[in-house]
T-cell receptor, first 125, second 108 residues
Framework: EVQLVESGGGLTQPGRSLRLSCVASGFTFDEFAIHWVRQGPGKGLEWVAGIGWDGGNVGYADSVKGRFTISRDNAKTSVYLEMSSLRVEDTALYYCAKDINPYGRGTTVTVLAYWGQGTLATVSS | EIVLTQSPGTLSLSPGDRATLSCRASQTISRNYLAWYQQKAGQAPRLLMYNASRRFTGVPDRFSGSGSGTDFTLTINRLEPEDFAVYYC?????????FGQGTRVEIK
């Protein structure tokens, strides 16, 4: 069974940082790109960042470019999202999700086959 | 950027009814590269359909997708209580991620 479990969310102040983690199981982790998608309170879905199967290709939404960094550790079947210079508008539930296709790139728009339950990041003074 | 507009915003139906959800794109979506997701209250999105009409693993056959070009439809036959949720479309033909704003299917 494919599982993705996010953690690391919490309450922080504008300008501070948070590091989100996503631990995966139930599939051959190092063959799939992983993406982060967020959902603001009462809002729709917004893609945030993606990382290719081998970590060699990453992509970011314009809204987070230069502030967020995505990385992965295939030995730990984990993906991370380092969020810095956080803004109130970054408040959201952050989901990690698995590409439907193997050997995908972080910059490729794709279908998200499985999603974690999300971790909530709240940015407020 | 391809803008996806879903209609209606809210659909009020009874169990056993048929739901017809629309997703209209601002540009042609070639190769029918359109997906549908279901999000129940308090849960993560779940992939239902991709390539406009292919059901994902484990999705009941009361869900069907159709359409091409700029107009796509998700149909849910004989609504079950667990089908009341928000549905999002997403295109994956362009280099920019876009989702529709969602259609809520609520119990009448």
């Amino acid at each position: 069974e494919v599982q993705l479990v996010e953690s690391g969310g919490g309450l922080t102040q504008p300008g501070r940082s948070l590091r989100l983690s996503c631990v995966a199981s139930g599939f051959t982790f190092d063959e799939f790109a992983i993406h982060w998608v967020r959902q603001g309170p009462g809002k729709g879905l917004e893609w945030v960042a993606g990382i290719g199967w081998d970590g060699g290709n990453v992509g970011y939404a314009d809204s987070v470019k230069g502030r967020f960094t995505i990385s992965r550790d295939n030995a730990k079947t984990s993906v991370y999202l380092e969020m810095s210079s956080l803004r109130v508008e970054d408040t959201a539930l952050y989901y990690c999700a698995k590409d439907i296709n193997p050997y995908g790139r972080g910059t490729t728009v794709t279908v998200l086959a499985y999603w974690g339950q999300g971790t909530l990041a709240t940015v407020s003074s | 950027e391809i803008v996806l507009t879903q209609s209606p915003g809210t659909l009020s139906l009874s169990p056993g009814d048929r739901a017809t959800l629309s997703c209209r794109a601002s540009q042609t979506i070639s190769r029918n590269y359109l997906a549908w997701y279901q999000q129940k209250a308090g849960q993560a999105p779940r992939l239902l359909m991709y390539n406009a009409s292919r059901r994902f693993t484990g999705v009941p056959d009361r869900f069907s997708g159709s359409g091409s070009g700029t107009d796509f439809t998700l149909t849910i036959n004989r609504l079950e209580p667990e089908d009341f949720a928000v549905y999002y479309c997403q295109q994956y033909v362009s280099s920019t991620w876009t989702f529709g704003q969602g259609t809520r299917v609520e119990i009448k």
